[in-house]
Nanobody, 121 residues
């Protein structure tokens, strides 16, 4: 069973910053599109940001210019730097690793256990 281990959530005031980290097994990390999703009460899980093995990134419109996703290849870790946080960013944040679009084998899709981010006003 593949484990994605998240850390870095917590409570922060509006306007503050947090950095989330997610460590993955090396053989999965090097091949995967790594990403962050979030889910707040009563809402569906939504994309926050993704980064491919080559560094290509994608962001939700709501976080563009405030959040930055990056890969630490030496540590098999993906990061989410979150700045200018607002109460609307409050959610459980989930790390994800999935097979790239051009993957020629059986697709894979792994999730972390989630980490709570709470932004107070």
């Amino acid at each position: 069973q593949v484990q994605l281990v998240e850390s870095g959530g917590g409570l922060v005031q509006a306007g503050g910053s947090l950095r989330l980290s997610c460590a993955a097994p090396g053989n999965i990390f090097s091949l995967s599109v790594m990403g962050w999703y979030r889910q707040s009460p009563g809402k569906q899980r939504e994309l926050v940001a993704t980064i491919g093995s080559g560094g290509r990134t994608e962001y939700a419109d709501s976080v563009k210019g405030r959040f930055t996703v990056s890969r630490g290849n030496a540590k098999n870790t993906v990061y989410l730097e979150m700045n200018s946080l607002t109460p609307e960013d409050t959610a459980v944040y989930y790390c994800n690793a999935h097979s790239p679009p051009d993957w020629g084998f059986r697709p894979f899709d792994y999730w972390g256990q989630g980490t709570q981010v709470t932004v107070s006003s």
